[in-house]
Structures are given as C-alpha cells and as structure tokens.
C-alpha cells in the first residue's frame, strides 16, 4: 500500500473503434464483424484479466448504487457464474500488473520529465464494434504538483501520434513550402509545442514517434498504435492498415474515435488556486463589487486546465473566453472550493489540496473518489455512446458505398446495423444515468458538449433512410418477379386456350396433328413468340441475351410450322 501523498489523479482514456478485419469478413454484416468471443479469446490467453466490480468494498459499492439499475447493465459485468462464459455484448479487463508499481513516464523536449504511478489499465469491449482503454495513473511526487506541471501532464500525457508536422515559418508564402518534406526537423518542433519527446509505460522501449520521420510509416494511415499501447496486447493481431482486409489472415483493425489525443479525466488539489477564483465576496454568494462575473470566469489558468492547452490560452479574447467558461463550468459547490469543468475532450475537478479536504471540519476527501469512481464511468459511458455513434456512420457510409457492386449483400448488412442500433439505443444510450442533482448536470453537460443528443437524432434519420432504400430495393425486386410470373403466365394463354378447347387429344393415334387444329396450332406456336417480344419491351429493358433468346423462340416456332405443314 503507497502511503505518499496524492497530489493530482489523472485517467488518459482512448476510445476506439475495432472490427475483425480479412477476406472472411469484407462482406460480413456488423454483428458478425464485432462479435466478442474470438477477440476476448485471444484476450483470456494474455495478461488481461476477465474483471467484475468487487462486491466486497465500500467504495465499489457507493460507485454502483450511484447509477440507476438499468445503467449498471452497461457498466458492469454482472454476468452469473451459472450464465454462459462467452461474452455476448460487453467485457470488462484490467491488464495484470499491481498497482502502484510501474510508471507512466512523460519526458518533454526540454528535459523535463513526469513520472506517474500506474494505478490500473482498463480494458472495456462492447460487441458494437467500439472499445474503452484507460489508463488511471496517481501523481505522488511534489517536485510535479505545481499548477503548470498539471498542465503539462494533461497536455503531453494524452497524445497518440504527431497531431501535425511544424513548416518551417521562413518558407510560408512561397512555393518550397509545398514541397518541404524534412519530416525530421518538423517532427522536432511539433515535439516541443504538442507532442512529448517520449512516453514510456513501466520497462517497455520509450514511444518517441521516430518512426514518423518516414513517410512510408504513415502512408495509409496517420494513426498506429504507439508502443505504450501496443505493448499491451504483445502476440494479439492488432492492425491499423486499412488495407488489411485484403489478407486471409485474420486480423483486428483498431483506429481511434476521437482523434490524435485521449480525453483526459483530472483531480488537482491546490490550495491557492481555490482562493483565487473565490475571492472573500464571492465565498459569501455575493457577486464581486464592480464586477459582472465571479473571478473564476476570468481565470486563465483555470480555462487552460479545462481545455488542455499549454504554454499558451487557445483563445486570446477575454470576452470569449469568459462566455466558453461560464458554458463549460458546474460551479454549484464555488463557495466551498469545488469547480468541475467538462469540455469534449476533457472532464476536470479543482478542489483543496487533499490534506486540506481530508480535515475533520470540512471532510470532502471524497470529492477525490468521486472523480475516480463514479464521474469516471460516467465519462467512460458518454465516451462510449460517440464511439458507437461514430462508428454506426462509419457503417452507414461504407454500406453506402456498396449499394452498386455488392448489392445482394446491402440487404444482410442493412439489418446487421439496424438491429446493433437498436441495442445501442436501448442498452447504452441514455437520457439520464442518476438521480443524483449534480451527476444529472455533470451528465448534461457531457452530452452537450459532445453533441451526442443531435448526433443521435442524425443517425436515427440517416439509418431510417437507408432502411427504407434496402426496403424499397426488395419491393422493387418482388415486383419485378411478379412481372416476370405475368409475362410468362401471358406468353401460355395462346396454347393453353387451344389444349382447353380442344382438349389434350388434338394428335392422332401416331402422334399426327388433327387437321382441324391445325390453323389454331399455327396461330399458337406464331403468338407465342410475338405476344412475349411485346410483352418485353414494355415490361423489361431489352437487353442482348433476352433478344437472342427471342430470335431462337422465333426460329423453333417456324421450324415446328414447317415440319407440321410438310
């Protein structure tokens, strides 16, 4: 057990999108493509351990009572030991390492380096296609608990690839800028604004994304998965080349849902930042005097924490910035210090120092478990419902682009999408999660930043439409078929008539035709042929087959006449 002090707590989560990628699968309805069974089988022989939440712990406890029961069916892995063993819809892994025992190192361009303790790594798989890592890492070191050291963490701690390669500013404006192709030297740049100089995970060689100094690495795609992850999943066929479904192997395509950056859930204790943005007017409830705003509205620090910038405010208008703050923050508990704030990447929480908020006579140490338990989860959940958003248009647009050169199979993989749809509307996306006052808003504030609400509505209609297109197609094709029955119904009236009335007996005993029924015989075999070309070129587009069909109907008919009238 770690008795160091906790100085911040911070939760890199990477939502992603996956499927099983191969010649098998290209044209494999949703459902199938996502399935669980064989990627948690190759889980299960790894060191990713199958994880419930523990029955037997208070904080546990407190985190699941927070939800309500139709939500915990998502966040946990409640299954009965009597149940079956293959995951059908969610799996829960926690990688085997213990906690407090290896780090999560961050070394910056300029040689300063943050040292994490890894808590835990979490792993969440939902058969919708779309999965949850998490890394959940303390900060026990005061030489790394200054308000700017946080920032950094946040900032650097978070990146999965080179968001960018810095041009050089000299070339901007003429025409060598367009052909600058030192990835080296932009990669180095980029490295001390956006990107870190290295991430390790515990003794695994360092990720420095040398590798993107050849463009050969990032041709087909800007994203592959950085060695802190991919270590992870050691011998597990992990891809992130698209153009891997051209393989028989069998392989799992990852890619992430968000973009460069993991979002990035935060506690920082820090005394004199509390003071700053309540002020002895605003701890009252009183507005300042001469003032419009409380202080914290124009604290920019505070707008750097919730948005994760750097060195520098991504927005340099006071007025702006204010407005943005006062949309992003939950100020409920200002008075007694407590600030969360949730933008689209980022959910944070600033309190007191932890030794401070754990004194007898304001006792809000739990705000800490808070973050890490409950507001987690819910992050996670939120996190969840827009990858699978982002993943459902991901299909819509893929089926759409088979509509043409694979269309007997548009029907297959229409219904596959539709019924992951509904399961996600009915068992992951919701309107409310708690009963909780607070959770309520924090959740709120979640969904509306994240568009996830209008996103929802969006693919609601374009799912509908493309259902109503595949059920359009198989009417369109039923009717077709009726036509088909109807020509062909029509080209036997003639010869049905004759046999009817004259019953089947018109040959003689040698199988010559009767000479009275000749003429209606001739008339038959020359209808025949005639009725079906007309009924053809008003039913059916002629095409060349169907025409040479028509021509060899013609000649056997006129064969058959001249072998009766011989």
């Known amino acids: 057990m770690n008795m160091q002090e906790l100085y911040s707590y911070h939760v890199f989560l990477f939502p992603f999108q996956w499927h099983y990628t191969g010649l098998d699968f290209n044209t494999k309805p949703l459902e ?31 985190e699941r009572n927070y939800f309500y029961d139709f939500v915990r069916d998502i966040l946990y892995d409640d299954q009965l030991e009597s149940d079956s063993k293959e995951p059908e819809f969610i799996a829960h892994y926690q990688y085997d390492v213990p906690a407090d025992t290896i780090y999560y190192t961050i070394k910056l361009k300029n040689g300063r380096e943050y040292k994490l303790l890894v808590e835990s790594i979490i792993l969440h798989l939902y058969n919708t296609g779309v999965g949850v890592l998490s890394f959940h ?25 080179p968001p960018y390669f810095a041009v050089d500013q000299s070339i901007i404006g003429k025409q060598e800028q367009y052909e600058a192709g030192n990835f080296s030297e932009g990669l180095s740049q980029t490295k001390g604004v956006e990107l870190a100089e290295s991430i390790t995970l515990g003794g695994w060689p360092e990720e420095n994304w040398n590798a993107y100094h050849n463009p050969e690495h990032f041709k087909h795609n800007p994203f592959t998965l950085p060695l ?12 992130t080349n698209p153009h891997d ?7 799992i395509f990852i890619t992430p849902a968000l973009d460069d950056r993991m979002f990035v859930v935060c506690w920082y204790g820090n005394n004199a930042i509390v003071d700053e943005i309540r002020d002895s007017n605003t701890f009252t409830g009183n507005r300042k005097e001469n003032s419009k705003e409380y202080s914290y509205l124009s604290n ?42 949730v933008s689209r990447y980022s959910f944070v929480l600033i309190t007191q120092e932890l030794t401070t908020l754990q004194l007898p006579y304001i006792n809000a140490a739990f705000l800490v478990n808070h973050v890490q338990t409950m507001y987690y989860k819910m992050v996670e959940l939120t996190m969840v419902q827009r990858a699978c958003l982002l993943r459902f248009a991901d299909e819509v647009t893929s089926i759409s682009g088979m509509m043409k050169k694979d269309e007997k199979y548009i029907s297959e993989l229409v219904s596959g999408l539709y019924k992951q749809y509904i399961r996600f509307v009915n068992k992951i996306y919701f309107r409310e999660v708690t009963s909780q006052e607070q959770g309520i808003e924090l959740y709120d504030l979640l969904h509306k930043h994240m568009r996830i609400d209008r996103d929802v509505k969006d693919l609601d209609n374009e799912i509908g439409e493309l259902h109503n297109y595949v059920v359009m197609k198989d009417e369109q094709k039923r009717n077709k078929n009726l036509e088909l029955l109807s020509t062909l119904g029509a080209v036997f009236i003639a010869p049905t008539f004759i046999a009817g009335f004259f019953g089947m007996n018109m040959f003689g005993d040698n199988m010559t035709l009767d000479p009275k029924t000749i003429p209606f015989v001739l008339f038959a075999l020359m209808l025949t042929p005639i009725t079906l070309l007309y009924l053809l070129k008003r039913k059916i587009k002629i095409r060349g087959n169907i025409t040479l069909l028509l021509i060899a109907i013609t000649l056997v008919s006129l064969f058959i006449i001249y072998y009766l009238l011989k």
């Open 137 to 161: 890492l303390n900060n026990r070191e005061k030489s790394q608990s200054d308000k700017n050291d946080i920032l950094n963490i946040n900032q650097f701690g978070r990146r999965l690839y």
């Open 300 to 341: 920019e620090w505070l707008y750097k924490y919730v948005f994760i910038d750097g060195a520098s405010t991504t927005c340099q208008n006071e007025d702006m910035r204010t407005a943005i703050l006062k949309e992003h923050i939950n100020a409920r508990w200002l008075n007694y210090g407590s600030l969360y704030g």
């Open 245 to 251: 479904f051209k393989t028989k192997q069998l392989k």
């Open 32 to 62: 199938e493509k996502t399935a669980l069974k064989t990627f948690c089988g190759l889980l299960n022989n790894s060191n990713w351990k199958s994880s419930k939440l523990p029955f037997d712990s208070k904080l546990y406890y407190n």
């Open 228 to 239: 802190f992850i991919s270590n992870l999943f050691g011998s597990i066929p992990l891809t």
